[in-house]
């Protein structure tokens, strides 16, 4: 089983970006999917999670900012990220919750 995430980079303050991440099995659609992060010297925290019924959680730093989504037919899970703060900056890691599976993390940095 494996997770491949994408589409961090370098963005401006109050950009936007698209973290996709696709998973391997077909068991995707019934499995808890979430977004993590991790900043550097802080411990990794819960940004986003979704349930396979497409119930939404969300860490109160990134609500109302950052939307998470799951296409099952595509096995894909999306985070998107929307005005950006400099404070958003870190390693961001999809997990299968439900299998507790981790998939390599993706840089976002947000900075002029």
């Known amino acids: 089983v494996q997770l491949q995430a994408s589409g961090g980079g370098l963005v401006q303050p109050g950009g936007s970006l698209r973290l996709s991440c696709a998973h391997s099995?077909?068991?995707?659609?019934?499995?808890?999917m979430g977004w993590y992060r991790q900043a550097p010297g802080k411990q990794r925290e819960l940004v986003a999670r979704?349930?396979?019924?497409?119930?939404?959680v969300y860490a109160d730093s990134v609500r109302g900012r950052f939307t998470i989504s799951r296409d099952n037919a595509k096995k894909t899970v999306y985070l998107e990220m929307n005005s950006l703060k400099p404070e958003d900056t870190a390693v961001y890691y999809c997990?299968?919750?439900?299998?507790?599976?981790w998939g390599q993390g993706t840089q976002v940095t947000v900075s002029s």
């Open positions: 997990n299968d919750d439900t299998l507790n599976l």
């Open positions: 099995r077909s068991i995707f659609r019934t499995n808890v």
């Open positions: 979704v349930s396979g019924v497409g119930t939404t």
